[in-house]
């Protein structure tokens, strides 16, 4: 079986410009979740959707992020106007449906490595 | 309070040294834990999860106590390959709501 699989994996790109990330989960995964990672802040949830519905999007920083799932094996991560800050490392994840009280684990993407200049 | 919390370390060992590190969580209604394990410019990848009876997988012993809302990750006779972040990851509110912690850094040196 196919990982998740994350687009693209490096991304350089000048302040002011949209970048797109692009995620496709593990076929059969209902659940599908976007992290950033930097050495500052750690791991931190963006968003998260269940059966391609927004559940959570606190963690979204600001208006400038935005996230759809269209359908069930594709996710969108855009940030426009890209700015400095927004360097890390981003991460999708996805996890199978449960009917249990209790999570299935998360299974991670290579990430995508994004430098704004 | 941080949502998840883990000592950043570094931990430094020499080989065969047993190692082991705690993570506290603030939502005494999680249900859900588990150990990732993280490469440098790597993507976290699951070590194991964490039940209520404490659980064992080879030199790797996980734990949880939930009156002190903390669980904890032992590694025994350690090796080079080790040598990694170690995540714990814990479910806040929604059952979805998998919030990490900031790692904590294991360097094994023979």
């Known amino acids: 079986d196919a990982g998740v699989i994350q687009s693209p994996r490096h991304e350089v790109t000048e302040m002011g410009q949209e970048v797109t990330l692009r995620c496709k989960p593990i076929?059969?995964?209902?659940?599908l979740f976007w992290y950033r990672q930097t050495m500052m802040r750690g791991l931190e949830l963006l968003i998260y959707f269940n059966n391609n519905v927004p559940i959570d999007d606190s963690g979204m920083p600001e208006d400038r992020f935005s996230a759809k799932m269209p359908n069930a094996s594709f996710s969108t991560l855009k940030i426009q106007p890209s700015e400095p800050r927004d360097s890390a490392v981003y991460f999708c994840?996805?996890?199978?449906?449960?009917?249990?009280?209790?999570?299935?684990?998360?299974?991670f993407g290579n990430g995508t490595r994004l430098t704004v200049t | 309070r941080k949502e998840v919390e883990q000592d950043p370390g570094p931990f430094n060992v020499p080989e065969g040294a047993t190692v082991a590190f705690n993570c506290t969580y603030s939502n005494s209604a999680s249900q859900s834990f588990f150990w990732y394990r993280q490469d440098c410019r790597k993507e976290p990848k699951l070590l194991m999860s964490?039940?209520?009876s404490g659980n064992e997988d080879g030199r790797f012993t996980a734990q949880l106590n939930r009156a002190s809302q903390y669980i904890s990750l032992l590694i025994r006779d350690s090796k080079l390959s080790d040598s990694a972040t170690y995540l714990c990851v814990v479910n806040i509110g929604y059952i979805d709501d998998m919030r990490f912690g900031a790692g904590t850094r294991l360097t094994v040196k023979p």
């Open positions: 076929s059969g995964h209902n659940s």
């Open positions: 994840a996805s996890s199978p449906e449960t009917d249990s009280a209790y999570n299935s684990p998360l299974h």
């Open positions: 964490v039940y209520s």
